[in-house]
């Protein structure tokens, strides 16, 4: 019974696990695209994600814990331990999935990765464009009287009206 109610729990988080992996991947194409609507929404959904996935890791928790006791094995047993296990014994199915977990998961993180560079080279641009803008900004071009254009620092008060 145990063994069924895992491989249950294990199919919801594969499922959310893909879910995640594709939101994540869409994001990529946002950021490039710099769809800020479209990046909003998907860091919503990631947001939603990620909090099904969390409350869901107690299930699977649970049945690693009761199948590991079941077996004779360590209180604090992970899947892969319980899936080799089974796999001893015959069933390689759990050990199957287990894999496809991981590679799902070690996936999520490369995209992840990428996302998070993405994204901080994208405030990096901004950051130093804005400066770039400020300093224009800054610097106004002002009639003198010698009869030319002169350049002054124009104050703060100038760019807060201008901004």
Excluded: C, W
């Excluded at 069924?4 to 490039?32: C, D, F, N, P, Y």
């Excluded at 804005?130 to 009287?145: D, E, F, H, K, P």
């Amino acid at each position: 019974m145990e063994t069924k109610t895992l491989k249950e729990a294990i199919a919801v988080e594969s499922r959310l696990l893909t879910e995640l992996l594709q939101v994540l991947e869409r994001e990529t194409i946002e950021m490039g695209d710099v769809n800020i609507a479209a990046m909003n929404h998907s860091n919503q959904t990631k947001e939603e994600l990620i909090a099904r996935i969390s409350g869901h890791s107690p299930l699977i928790q649970r049945a690693i814990s009761e199948i590991a006791a079941h077996e004779g094995l360590s209180s604090n047993a992970t899947l892969r331990t319980i899936a080799e296990f089974s796999a001893k014994r015959g069933n390689r199915e759990l050990l199957a999935t287990q894999k496809q977990i991981q590679a799902t998961a070690e996936r999520i993180q490369q995209v992840a990765a990428l996302n998070r560079e993405i994204a901080e080279r994208f405030a990096f641009s901004i950051t130093s464009s804005l400066g770039l803008i400020t300093r224009l900004i800054n610097q106004s071009n002002v009639y003198g009287a010698s009869g030319g254009y002169q350049q002054r620092p124009a104050s703060a008060v100038m760019i807060n009206r201008e901004a």
